[in-house]
């Protein structure tokens, strides 16, 4: 198992940025996705979770309604679209499923300041 993420960078407060992980060595469609962040002195918290429907979602309060979770089971991709971001935003973003045991990409880099 095998997951990559990308999309991360620099941004300020408001303006946006869509996150993806490639997800390989697996059946990608039989398995929910997810999203997690981990910020500098924090614990890891879950920001997202799609299941293996593709429109069954769930969200932490603190995003709910400016990030949107999605997969492509074509490409083995999952995104996380990051609106309206906000400096309290910036962390690690970190690609999650657990396929028999939990398995983690290296994170790519989010932050948000002006």
């Known amino acids: 198992v095998r997951l990559m993420e990308s999309g991360g960078g620099l941004v300020q407060p408001g303006e946006s940025l869509r996150l993806s992980c490639a997800a390989s060595?697996?059946?990608?469609?039989?398995?929910?996705m997810s999203w997690y962040r981990q910020a500098p002195g924090k614990e890891r918290e879950l920001v997202a979770i799609?299941?293996?429907?593709?429109?069954?979602?769930n969200y932490a309060t603190s995003v709910r309604g400016r990030f949107t979770i999605s997969r492509d089971n074509v490409k083995n991709t999952v995104y996380l679209q990051m609106n309206s971001l906000k400096p309290e935003d910036t962390a690690v973003y970190l690609c999650?499923?657990?396929?028999?045991?939990?398995?983690w990409g290296q994170g790519t880099q989010v932050t948000v300041s002006s």
């Open positions: 060595g697996f059946t990608f469609r039989n398995y929910a």
């Open positions: 999650y499923a657990r396929v028999l045991r939990n398995y």
């Open positions: 799609i299941y293996t429907d593709g429109t069954t979602t």
